[in-house]
């Protein structure tokens, strides 16, 4: 049973069945479960008509559930990406294949054993059907060598390709006709080369071949042994077929099978913790700033399908295309694909169009003489890089920046960094930069030092670890995360200038009770020059989520590092059943207004603004037609739910 859970679970979490999928797959294995009891127990069952019906039946249902997918991929996939962007532009439409077509006709060619005319069209019908994601990746091969695209190693890879499937075609209609072991040798070869090929460096990779070369070498041996005069062979085609019926009864009927058994005994993993103050970028808003840089209009997205959230929002226009970080809203990457345009400008202008371009964006930029701009021409184009300075005046060393490309009037590249902004501007943040001159200058004295030159070096947001941190840098090289809500310190490191007169453990004490943490409540652990404070006696019941706060140093070096992290040694207790999120997803079906493609689920921490922590179902659900993942948090006990992405 644990093994049919994890096979069922593997194909939700990783989407690669849609539920049109399942339901077809499901019904028509059942449908031939029951014609192969029937032939079995009546006996004068007409061998010669009925398997012919059958089979056209199961191929037109099969290649409904074929058109359902390809007008979901083609929906929300772009006929350009699909070389180089094979997967998952065609994920499902070749999983469809691989679980769908291979197993449903496989089962068609196991109960209609005894057929002996007609199967030649049967086995040209499917072989055609099978080859066609292959030809289309040839076709796509030949749309790239036309635009100039295409570099040797993917020349090799084509005539690689074409070799291997012409010749296990050619091999296989040979040994159709009349079996040689001059032909049956080299076709079996090639098979089993290929699929060892295909395991050692990934089947998926390479489906559209995989998958065909996987069914010819089924049906080669599934053509062999019917034309096998063994009598001991033959005695056992009608128990073969008994049991295969039986078995794909149990497993695949669609009203309770050995799965639903399974996923109902099965305990459930707890998977994602998630911060519920977090505010997540919507796709809109991301089109939104994506044109408000680029001026196009028209922005395609392609959604990862073993993402669940967007943790970056994946854009193509015709002339750009465009990486937002999926939380912060940060722009991590613009990059034109076509000619620049307009005339060429001035290094002042491209200055000022770099500023202006942020503040169409919606920033608010800190005060000029705060901003270090450096700028740099290579051949044609002239960069623009801006860094923030320190508090003192100097220069922030860093290594990846707000940096603009410009060729002509044309924005080329452009990478952004949250450090140009005051962060009282910046989302979702609830402190201001008074309040962190305020905050360092407590830290600090409790240090025994004076307040370095130090500037906001990045904001980084998240959902399941913490949601906003500011980074600060200072002039002597001391690291410094805050919390962006609360104005906590969660991290420093650096060198301290009074190590050798500081009491180390008091400074540790000092930490915490800065803190408001009750010492006496808490414990001590130490390994070498780490030291670790946890709470004692917590109970695996308390649904509050745990921190360690960690401390690293030597008494004879200056290095002092602290860190608040989440304990992961102390997690509530959970025991939910798989099965329990078909619940959740009845709880939201009834209300959303678009027809589900796909769907799993992720058992979920959910933490509040108090750390307060209840189990939920995320359920991650994929409209038909569209790329992008609608989120659902779904209580365990009440079954409210909250859509995360509307």
């Keep these: 049973m644990e093994i049919i859970s994890r096979f069922v679970l593997h194909i939700e979490n990783f989407f690669l069945l ?6 077809i797959i499901q019904w028509t294995l059942t449908a031939l479960a029951v014609y192969g009891l029937v032939t079995f127990f009546i006996r004068n069952w007409d ?3 009925a398997p012919i019906y059958v089979g056209f039946a199961v191929r037109i249902v099969l290649l409904i559930g074929l058109s359902i997918e390809m007008l979901h991929q083609a929906s929300i996939t772009e006929i350009t990406t699909v070389y180089y962007d094979r997967q998952p532009s065609l994920r499902q439409f070749l999983h469809f294949l691989f679980f769908g077509y291979i197993i ?3 089962f068609y060619y196991i109960v209609t054993l005894k057929q002996k005319k007609n199967q030649g069209i049967f086995y040209t019908f499917d072989i055609a059907v099978m080859a066609l994601p292959a030809l289309q990746l040839l076709t796509s091969f030949f749309f790239f060598a036309i635009k100039g695209e295409l570099i040797l190693a993917d020349v090799i890879g084509f005539l690689i390709m074409f070799t291997i499937i012409g010749a296990s075609l050619y091999l296989f209609f040979q040994n159709y006709w009349e079996f040689r072991l001059e032909t049956i040798i080299p076709f079996y070869l090639i098979i089993g080369i290929c699929l060892i090929l295909f395991y050692i460096t990934g089947i998926v990779d390479l489906m559209e071949v995989s998958n065909l070369i996987f069914f010819l070498g089924l049906l080669m041996t599934y053509h062999l042994i019917k034309r096998n005069k063994f009598l001991l062979l033959q005695k056992l085609k009608q128990p073969f077929q008994l049991t295969m019926a039986i078995l794909f009864l149990a497993l695949s009927n669609p009203l309770y099978n050995a799965a639903d058994v399974a996923l109902a005994n099965t305990d459930a993993e707890l998977r994602l913790r998630y911060f519920e103050t977090t505010n997540l970028m919507q796709l809109e808003e991301a089109k ?9 209009g028209h922005f395609s997205f392609r959604q990862p399908e073993t993402q669940d959230f967007h943790n970056r929002y994946w854009l193509r226009s015709k002339n750009y295309s465009v990486d937002i970080d999926g939380v912060s809203g940060v722009v991590m990457n613009v990059h034109r694909q076509t000619e620049p345009e307009g005339k060429t400008l001035s290094v002042e202008e491209y200055v000022a169009l770099s500023k202006q371009l942020l503040e169409q964006m919606g920033r608010t930029l800190i005060e000029d003489d705060q901003i270090y701009t450096t700028v740099t021409e290579e051949e044609s184009r002239v960069h623009v890089e801006m860094v923030p300075k320190y508090s003192d005046g100097s220069v922030l060393d860093g290594w990846m920046n707000t940096s603009f490309s410009w060729e002509k009037e044309s924005l080329m590249q452009f990478h952004e960094r949250y450090n140009l902004y005051p962060v009282e501007t910046l989302k979702d943040i609830f402190i201001t930069s008074e309040g962190i001159e305020l905050i360092l200058h407590q830290w600090y004295e409790m240090l025994g030092e004076e307040v370095p030159g130090y500037v906001v070096e990045n904001v980084t947001y998240g959902y399941s670890n913490r949601t906003i941190e500011i980074n600060i840098t200072t002039v002597n090289q001391h ?19 009074n190590y050798e007169t500081i009491h180390l453990q008091e400074l540790e004490n000092q930490v915490l ?11 001590r652990e130490g390994i070498s020059n780490f030291w670790k404070w946890r709470e004692k006696d917590r109970s695996p019941e308390e649904k509050k989520l745990s921190f360690v706060h960690e401390f690293s140093y030597s008494n004879d070096e200056p290095l002092f590092t602290y860190s608040k992290n989440v304990d992961y040694r102390h997690q509530p207790s959970t025991k939910v059943t798989v099965a329990t999120n078909k619940e959740a997803y009845k709880a939201v079906a009834s ?26 179902w995320l359920l991650v659900i994929q409209p038909y037609k569209k790329a992008e993942h609608r989120l659902y948090l779904v209580d365990i006990e009440t079954k409210e739910w909250v859509s995360l992405y509307e």
């Excluded at 849609?18 to 339901?23: C, P, T, W």
């Design 18 to 23: 849609s539920h049109f999928s399942k339901i």
């Design 47 to 49: 061998d010669a008509r």
């Design 104 to 106: 449903v006709v496989g």
């Design 288 to 296: 939104t700033l994506a044109t408000k840089i680029t001026k196009d």
């Design 479 to 497: 690291t410094i995360h805050l919390d962006g809500r609360s104005g906590e310190i969660l991290y420093f490191s650096g060198e301290l200038a």
């Design 513 to 523: 009770t800065s803190k408001n943490i009750q010492i006496d409540n808490w414990e």
């Design 591 to 616: 209300s959303i207004d678009f027809i589900p493609y796909a769907s799993r689920a992720r058992l979920t921490h959910v933490i509040d603004e108090n750390d307060e922590m209840r189990l939920a």
